[in-house]
């Protein structure tokens, strides 16, 4: 059991970003890094978006913990010191009281007020000493705390190909500024790589679910189109929307309100057939 361990504010933070709103994910990062920073146990079997998380924290929580037991050693060797050094004045003071040649002239009784004004003076500076060191620990805890786990450029468990995939689908959605994350790589962590399941059982091809996305904005920004509700990438693969909107099933005209007729029938759009190594590319 490892009582060094701190929590910082900047775990809080990075674990919300990377669960998206996801209360589930949330508390499993949070129980994973405190597995990790308080029984000093590494759990297996991590998700690659908890495997990342538990790879930015690691370090900082390793950091965190060497600080804390390097510091409390300074702090028992100097409270130790402290204790013999106040330990002799007291018996100092003690064997001139005790003595049986007690001498009550003036000068030896100024010297044992001086010892008595000696002793409250060095109590006070040791509060005063302890307060200070209090402080100077949180100043230091404050500045030594390790910043938040930047997010890396990329989701290292995809190749090249999904990479590019994720990154244009991300693009669309940010520009039209639909629900999204901050970032592709949180992206692809996220909405994006839960959404690949769904995608790779119904056979949808990289092309044709871009294609989609973008007959997606075109119709939620057309007035004349009934779509109003935004929605983020994973709910919208999942919906029948995402079903209209591919390729070969858009057409305009079946999103206009009603009492709207379309000025020109568009035409659907053939079937696009891929090679294998185009799946294997996108779904592997």
């Known amino acids: 059991m490892n009582q060094k361990y701190t929590m910082f504010e900047n775990y809080h933070i990075a674990a919300k970003e990377f669960a998206n709103g996801d209360m ?47 510091r409390s050693s300074a702090g028992s060797k100097k409270s130790a010191d402290k204790t013999s050094e106040k330990s002799v004045t007291k018996t100092e003071s003690t064997v001139s009281n005790d003595s049986t040649d007690f001498d009550l002239s003036k000068n030896n009784l100024l010297n044992q007020k001086n010892i008595c004004f000696n002793e409250e003076e060095i109590e006070v500076e040791e509060e005063i000493e302890k307060e200070g060191d209090e402080e100077g620990e949180k100043e230091q805890l404050q500045e030594s705390a390790p910043p938040a786990p930047a997010s890396p450029p990329f989701n290292p ?108 029938p568009e035409r659907k759009k053939p079937d696009k057939t891929f090679s294998d190594e185009e799946w294997e590319a996108m779904y592997s």
């Open 24 to 70: 589930e994910v949330y508390g499993r990062l949070m129980y994973i890094i405190n597995c990790y920073g308080i029984e000093n146990l590494e759990l297996k079997n991590l998700s690659p978006v908890e495997k990342l998380f538990f790879t930015s924290v690691k370090a900082s929580i390793d950091k965190s913990i060497d600080i804390s037991e390097k």
């Open 157 to 264: 468990n995809f190749s090249e190909s999904q990479h590019n995939y994720a990154k244009q689908v991300f693009e669309i959605f940010k520009n039209a500024e639909l629900p999204c994350e901050k970032d592709v790589f949180q992206f692809e962590c996220s909405s994006f790589y839960r959404a690949l399941s769904d995608l790779r059982k119904s056979q949808r091809h990289s092309s044709d679910v871009l294609e989609a996305c973008k007959n997606y904005v075109k119709v939620l920004k057309d007035p004349d189109c009934y779509v109003s509700q935004k929605m983020g990438f994973e709910i919208f693969v999942k919906s029948k929307t995402f079903v209209n909107c591919l390729p070969a099933n858009f057409d305009r005209s079946s999103f206009l309100l009603r009492g709207i007729k379309s000025s020109q």
